[in-house]
């Protein structure tokens, strides 16, 4: 796993990666000129130009590729029951606490947070097992991709992304730094990055 990481944080260094644009057309969002929503306003998950990930979206693959989906991995020994229980988890102070929020998927994992006591974005300061970690730091960046290829040991998370030929995206999530641990930006970077990690592997 530690060698994969640093061939990851290698092929990141010089990986190109342009967010795609959401436009909103008469009140409708467009992503390459393909709408967001069906008719019904529930979210598309997936077209010829792009898969939109999101756990209750429609189509197999963007929920498999959700953070939320209950993928079982271990990140420097500790065992996380998806990837969005870390994003949660990690705004606990107290490692026991922690612990069991790692525990969780699904929405439950987002939901979890509610049963912090300390609020991370008044010091932009996370915490992973005790250790106090600046949200805004190369050292979280780190961990962060830590985290997604400690992920991908998950044959079935990483057999998912082998099968993503377009650009993925998260047409949901937040856009701010300030106001979550893990931006839209952030997330589609690095999920694309992943993804084209993985294929650029099995072609060679």
């Known amino acids: 796993m530690l060698k994969e990481l640093e061939e990851f944080k ?3 260094e010089t990986y190109q990666f342009t967010q795609l644009e959401i436009i909103e057309i008469d009140g409708k969002e467009y ?4 709408p967001l ?6 979210a598309i998950g997936q077209c010829d130009k792009w898969i939109n990930i999101g756990y209750r979206n429609s189509g197999s693959l963007p929920k498999v590729l959700s953070n ?3 993928y079982e991995f271990e990140l420097r020994g500790i065992k996380l029951s998806s990837i969005e229980s870390f994003f949660q988890g990690i705004k606990f102070v107290d490692k026991n606490l922690q612990t069991l929020a790692f525990s969780y998927s699904g929405t439950d994992a987002v939901h979890i947070k509610g049963c912090s006591d300390y609020d991370w974005k008044q010091t932009g300061k996370i915490y992973w097992q ?4 600046d949200r805004y730091s190369k050292e979280y960046e780190d961990l962060v991709d830590e985290l997604y290829i400690s992920a ?3 044959s079935l998370y990483r057999n998912a992304l082998k099968k993503c030929e377009v650009d993925l995206i998260h047409s949901i999530g937040d856009t701010e730094k300030n ?3 893990f931006t839209r930006y952030e997330f589609e970077k690095q999920i694309n990055c992943l993804k ?3 294929r650029n592997k099995d072609t060679k």
């Open 196 to 198: 084209d990690f993985i």
């Open 37 to 42: 929503y069906d008719e019904d306003g529930k």
């Open 130 to 133: 005790g250790e106090e970690i």
């Open 179 to 181: 106001n979550t641990v």
């Open 31 to 34: 992503c390459l000129d393909y």
């Open 68 to 70: 939320l989906y209950p």
């Open 152 to 154: 991908i040991q998950n």
């Open 10 to 12: 290698k092929f990141k």
